[in-house]
């Protein structure tokens, strides 16, 4: 096949962030098919004015300059949104293909998607990383009627004009159903575990603690990812504070930049935790994650506890399972409940910080819990979430696409996984 790849913001291992369509892409390539990645560049100090192109792994990459970060605000990220729509429909159009894979977020990646596939008669897939509007509408951050009736029309659009729906958690799909759209038609495919790459490194993780003179042989919890209103990384600082008052060894190191990123670090120093047992550092690239990970005691998924964010895929998540590390997470839905069932690590949704403080101190000292939940957390990663299984499964729903039989989209991929959607 010859597959149109629409991704506003992909990444190499070289940058921050997920990686999960550079791993899809790359293992199509090794499948033999061929991707034209379609992206933007973000930095705001580039030299570069229109598109350029280049190589990884054998994806072939279309970048097109448009400045982004997570400190911009909701208008500023729409601006940002539209430039890279326009810019993508004009690409797309130029490019060869047997089908377009657009997988958001943002929800506008569906602009250039749905003209140019009916333009060139060729099928496109959706790929659904977030419930868009649900989530800024959740948070505050879409506030206006006219622009939700806008962003929800856009959500049933992009849905309605694609063969087959990606939907990245079972509550997923049962969102994008909930508009109509048939459900055979929607495959769950999860965020993933690359089990090679983070595979637990002793050498790595020595390195990673050597680097830090405050942490030593001390227990870490370690949180990497973004400081935004619906990451609710406060709860860290809460924590940290708690800890504290126990007189515990623990130390969190919590790495990524944000919108929040000033006023959490803010909170604290106020609360005098900063630089004693909670330790701010800057993102890192993803090809440094597995270090960290193969050094930490616990990980975390942290996220404000909102009915919309229970539905998500975090990557976080995967790549602790991936490293064998126990996972800590403060919010319900399905994550919780594989944590819960699998006894991978610490399913803290409904506790007090106290309660949560006493909990993890009593974890991480226990030898036989730490081990018993790590070996779990890895044997979860390679039982459901391996990414070859995974990407062998998307390639599978595009071909059913291209061979006109989208409706095996659910049979390919159903997304069963013993545990509720929400």
């Not at 933007?40 to 192109?53: A, C, F, G, V």
């Not at 550092?281 to 964010?309: C, G, H, R, W, Y």
């Amino acid at each position: 096949m010859r597959i149109i790849y629409l991704h506003q913001y992909f990444n190499t291992p070289a940058m921050s962030g997920g990686t999960r369509s550079y791993e899809m892409a790359r293992r199509m390539v090794v499948a033999g098919h061929e991707v034209q990645m379609v992206t933007s560049y973000r930095e705001p100090d580039s030299d570069k004015t229109s598109w350029y192109q280049s190589e990884e792994s054998g994806i072939q990459v279309h970048w097109y300059p448009v400045p982004y970060s997570n400190h911009m605000g909701f208008m500023q990220r729409i601006k940002a949104f539209f430039s890279f729509a326009m810019a993508a429909r004009k690409k797309v159009l130029e490019l060869d293909g047997d089908v377009i894979f657009a997988t958001s977020t943002p929800l506008t990646i569906a602009l250039p998607a749905v003209p140019a596939a009916k333009k060139k008669r060729i099928p496109m897939v959706f790929e659904v990383r977030d419930l868009w509007p649900e989530m800024p509408i959740a948070v505050g951050a879409l506030n206006n009627p006219l622009l939700r009736f806008a962003a929800r029309k856009l959500e049933h659009w992009a849905y309605h004009n694609s063969q087959a729906v990606v939907a990245l958690s079972p509550g997923m799909k049962e969102g994008v159903v909930q508009t109509g759209y048939p459900a055979e038609r929607v495959a769950v495919i999860p965020n993933s575990s690359d089990l090679d790459e983070f595979q637990h490194d002793d050498k790595a993780a020595a390195g990673f603690r050597a680097e830090r003179e405050w942490l030593g042989d001390k227990p870490l919890l370690v949180y990497a990812g973004t400081f935004g209103p619906t990451n609710g990384i406060g709860y860290l600082v809460e924590l940290a504070r708690e800890l504290q008052s126990l007189d515990s060894d623990i130390r969190i190191l919590a790495v990524g930049d944000g919108a929040e990123r000033d006023k959490i670090m803010a909170e604290a120093r106020a609360a005098g935790v900063l630089g004693s047992n909670l330790f701010i550092e800057d993102k890192l690239p993803k090809s440094q994650i597995p270090a960290m990970l193969s050094a930490a005691t616990v990980s975390s998924a942290i996220f404000v506890d909102l009915p919309e964010m229970r539905r998500n895929s975090a990557n976080k998540f995967f790549d602790a399972l991936a490293s064998g590390t126990p996972v800590m997470l403060n919010y319900g839905g399905w994550m919780h409940e594989l944590v819960a069932k699998h006894q991978c690590g610490l399913s803290m949704w409904g506790k007090s910080v106290p309660q949560v403080a006493q909990e993890l101190e009593q974890a991480v000292h226990d030898a036989t819990w730490l081990e018993s939940a790590g070996k779990a957390a890895r044997q979860l990663a390679e039982s459901h979430f391996a990414r070859d299984d995974l990407a062998e499964q998307l390639i599978s729903v595009l071909a059913a696409v291209v061979d006109g039989h989208p409706e095996k989209a659910a049979t390919v991929a159903p997304g069963d996984y013993g545990v509720s959607s929400a």
